[in-house]
């Protein structure tokens, strides 16, 4: 059933983007967009992730933890990106 399904979010955003600096801003929206639909959620980490996306090369450099969180799973992250 759906209702067991196990659904995997990424989320990254500046401090202006999310309206503050912790990741538990950068997570708000998607939570409340998700419970409003009817969605269990978790936060299952969090840490950085720093992008470089140019002619020459796209590279994701996920690293880093949460104080509120914890470390997220930086390899699967790494694969959803």
């Given at each position: 059933?759906?209702?067991?399904?196990?659904?995997?979010?990424?989320?990254?955003?500046?401090?202006?983007?999310?309206?503050?600096p912790?990741?538990?801003?950068?997570?708000?929206?998607?939570?409340n967009?998700?419970?409003s639909?009817?969605?269990?959620?978790?936060?299952?980490?969090?840490?950085r992730?720093?992008?470089?996306?140019?002619?020459e090369?796209?590279?994701?450099?996920?690293?880093?933890?949460?104080?509120?969180?914890?470390?997220?799973?930086?390899?699967?992250?790494?694969?959803?990106?």
């Amino acid at each position: 059933s759906n209702a067991d399904e196990e659904l995997w979010f990424v989320r990254s955003a500046s401090p202006e983007e999310c309206g503050g600096p912790y990741h538990a801003n950068v997570a708000q929206d998607l939570l409340n967009r998700l419970k409003s639909l009817g969605y269990s959620t978790t936060v299952m980490g969090g840490g950085r992730i720093d992008f470089l996306d140019n002619e020459e090369v796209s590279h994701a450099h996920v690293f880093g933890f949460s104080y509120g969180f914890g470390k997220g799973d930086h390899e699967k992250v790494a694969n959803i990106i």
